[in-house]
């Protein structure tokens, strides 16, 4: 069974300028969710995905980050403009069962 | 104040020395208690879930036990193959809405 796929796996950009990272979840598993992991500190909740339907956004700063995630598969997540504070990996994870996560390597962003 | 707290956050073992990781929580109305290992540079592995105090799950050296303000992780005779940070995170209701919250993990090394 195929894992969680996230590209890119790294990416280095200027504050101000936009990224967009990308998310295919395990075949079958309804909720996707993103999360960011700053150095040494546990994942936090960006967004949960139930389908095509945000389930939880309440973290998620909605200034400057955005998600999307269409037909209930894939999913994308962008940040514009990016702040230094933004450099972090971004995870992402798909479950069957309640919180049951399967997450994907992350995307290692560096903003400088 | 943070809602999930580990301890401790770093731990040095021997070989075949046994020990055990805490997970202690403030959420009330627990839905479920989550253990997950992460190695450097990927993204976490679900290891177990534990839905109610006295509920107790294992898997090879790892056993995870839950009360009605902690979760302890055991680990029995470890090889420096465990070695990992592990993460708990728990689901339960946090100000009227059900939440997910990691804990900052503990980093364990065990030395051959």
């Known amino acids: 069974e195929a894992g969680v796929a996230q590209s890119p796996r790294y990416k280095i950009i200027e504050k101000r300028q936009s990224v967009a990272f990308w998310c295919n979840p395990i075949?079958?598993?309804?909720?996707l969710y993103w999360y960011q992991q700053i150095l040494g500190q546990g994942p936090k909740l960006l967004i949960q995905?139930?389908?095509?339907?945000?389930?939880?956004d309440s973290q998620l700063p909605k200034d400057r980050f955005s998600a999307e995630r269409l037909k209930g598969v894939d999913s994308t997540l962008k940040i514009q403009p990016a702040k230094l504070e933004d450099s972090a990996v971004y995870l992402c994870?798909?479950?069957?069962?309640?919180?049951?996560?399967?997450f994907g390597p992350g995307t290692r962003l560096t903003v400088t | 104040e943070d809602q999930v707290t580990q301890s401790p956050e770093a731990l040095r073992l021997q070989e075949g020395e046994s020990s055990s990781l805490n997970c202690s929580y403030t959420?009330?109305?627990?839905?479920?208690l989550f253990w997950y290992r992460q190695d450097p540079g990927k993204g976490p592995e679900f290891l177990f879930t534990?839905?109610?105090a006295g509920e107790e799950k294992e898997k090879e050296r790892l056993k995870a036990t839950l009360t009605k303000k902690e979760s302890f992780l055991h680990i029995t005779a470890p090889k420096p193959e465990d070695s990992a940070t592990y993460l708990c995170?728990?689901?339960?209701?946090?100000?009227?809405?059900?939440?997910?919250?990691f804990g900052k993990g503990t980093k364990l090394t065990v030395n051959p």
């Open positions: 994870a798909s479950s069957l069962v309640n919180y049951e996560q399967y």
């Open positions: 075949s079958g598993h309804a909720t």
């Open positions: 995905f139930q389908n095509n339907g945000v389930v939880d």
């Open positions: 959420v009330s109305g627990l839905r479920g």
């Open positions: 534990l839905y109610s």
């Open positions: 995170a728990v689901w339960g209701t946090q100000g009227g809405s059900e939440k997910l919250v």
